[in-house]
């Protein structure tokens, strides 16, 4: 078992409010991911878990029991950090071994311990070498282990990738996503990189400034985003946004260009900002196009190119286009537009009813 669950979780610290009213329910054997901007408590709220720091408000339960007052170590808990803060003078065995020791395990329990997790990790031939003598995704998985031999309620981590190089940080996640798999543990994992997130979550959770701006699966986050905030943060590149003004189905952008979003359910007329992935837009094949735009720069991925273009009213516009089309810097190109591939928010920045 290893629910977790958060409620009316405040923290400040003097004067400076961190985190402003957290509510959440993170059910047994998921894995939870917070993302957000830097300052936006995500750590914060790992730490308050953890047991690292207390709240200033507000309740952690685990299991159905107020943790609240409780000490880190009692809480059942084991955190990954992003430094991987592995001893340095002690084997790859030593370091898994020594949190069992402390608390006085049989010796023979915590080899047995220390084998099992070295062989889900792969890393049986490390066991007598120290941590300088591992590269990076090594020291990482022997993190891993030390928090796997302790056999907790949950696991927690706090970017646990972000000081590997891209490649490595890819083959990572996967294994990560593999080990969960594996364990059914739950596990909340704190990151900044959304295509972590996006790839590994069961559920996202998206803060901003100390609030949580929406927690969905990470598809849903993608399709159907509750805001502008998190419209802009999930997906990448990030969404074209254009003030528009809505009228009998119609939406004309800031400078002109009008878009027919008949068959819709339509919100009030009225001021709206509509939002399109750079990757459903579509380079026209007719006369008209819903979008004219000339290009700025280019940048071809080989199995995609990325469309840098502005249109004729002057706001900025990203494409993302399958295969290899050719196009030059300077061309004037039309873009179609499906419109249930359309988000649009009111003036609030809420995303409006239908779509």
Known sequence: MGQISLKGIKKSFGAVDVLKGIDLEVGDGELVVFVG?????????????AGLDQPTAGTIAINGTDVTPRSAADRGLAM???????????????NMAFGLQNTRMARAEIDARI??????LEIEPLLERRP??????????VAIGRAIVRRPTAFLLDEPLSNLDAELRVSM???????????GATMVHVTHDQVEAMTMADRIVVLRAGRIEQVDTPLNLYNRPANLFVAGFIGAPGMNMFGATMARGVARLEGGPEIDLGGLPLPPSGAVTLGIRPQHLLLS????ADLTAKVDLIEALGSETV??????????????????PALARGDVVGFDVDPAMV???GADGVRLAGF
Do not use: W
């Open 37 to 49: 901007p830097s300052g936006c408590g995500k750590s914060t709220l790992l730490r308050m878990i």
């Open 80 to 94: 990954v950090f992003q430094s991987y803060a592995l001893y340095p003078h002690m084997s790859v065995r030593q």
């Open 115 to 120: 084998a099992d997790a070295a062989r889900l």
């Open 132 to 141: 300088g003598q591992l590269s990076g995704g090594q020291r990482q998985r």
């Open 173 to 183: 996640r996967a294994e990560l996503s593999a080990l969960h798999a594996r364990l």
């Open 285 to 288: 094949e007719g006369v008209e």
């Open 307 to 324: 469309v840098h273009a502005t249109l004729n009213e002057g706001a900025k516009l990203l494409a993302v286009l399958p295969g290899q």
């Open 343 to 345: 988000h649009a928010f």
